[in-house]
């Protein structure tokens, strides 16, 4: 837990730990996130900020896991693409400090993305678009055949083929890229017209093993 509401995460990847610890950055154990507040921010940290002002999840790297499953559409085979953590860093509920966290976790119901990452996971069937049925506007698989939206509600809470519960096989069938840069969002805000509900954004990257046939 970091007491601090105002925090700016920095993509620091480099082993010359004194030096920016000597320039006002901090670094969470737990999280493995570099960052410093506002009036600790000076001209030499500049250079490791996000052009992003508002944010509620934060990771040190992340992996862009491209897996695939049958479209519910049209039932082809279409490529979907989920970012998944080992470690971050959550806003707690309240809006008041953070939450460290160290658990295999897929995020999901991502509202925005700054340029960097956005470059990074670069896939053209995974892009921002909004929810017929939940409204919800966030980076949203399409099928890559039909164009059908696949949306994450599905994708990771309730439909076991995909990420949710995901197999050891499917996984080693899949394509993983670890982006070792910085990750920072905002994830799971309510749709417009229902701005108090509560939206899952984050859920455990669990690998099972395949039943015996
Ligand atoms: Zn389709």
């Not at 600790?40 to 695939?68: H, M, Q, W």
């Not at 439909?159 to 995901?166: S, V």
């Amino acid at each position: 837990m970091i007491d601090v509401t105002n925090i700016i995460p920095l993509d620091i990847h480099t082993d010359d730990v004194t030096d920016v610890a000597c320039q006002g950055a901090h670094y969470d154990k737990v999280s493995g996130i570099w960052y410093t507040e506002p009036h600790e921010l000076n001209g030499a940290l500049r250079e490791y900020v996000y052009d992003t002002n508002s944010f509620n999840i934060v990771a040190p790297y992340y992996l862009v896991i491209t897996s695939k499953m049958h479209c519910w559409s049209c039932h082809q085979i279409t490529r979907i693409h989920g970012v998944m953590f080992t470690r971050f860093m959550k806003k707690n509920q309240d809006g008041q400090g953070w939450q460290s966290v160290r658990r295999n976790s897929f995020l999901f119901h991502i509202n925005s993305l700054p340029e960097e990452i956005k470059r990074n996971i670069k896939a053209s069937n995974y892009y921002l678009d909004k929810s017929k049925t939940t409204g919800l506007r966030y980076w949203m698989n399409h099928c890559e055949i039909c164009g059908e939206r696949l949306g994450d509600y599905e994708l990771f809470c309730v439909e076991n083929d995909a990420f949710r519960l995901m197999t050891i096989e499917k996984l080693l069938r899949a394509n993983i890229r670890k982006v070792n840069k910085l990750f920072v969002s905002t994830a799971g805000n309510p749709a417009e017209h229902t701005k108090t509900d509560i939206v899952r954004y984050l859920c455990d990257a669990r690998f099972v093993m395949n039943a015996p046939a």
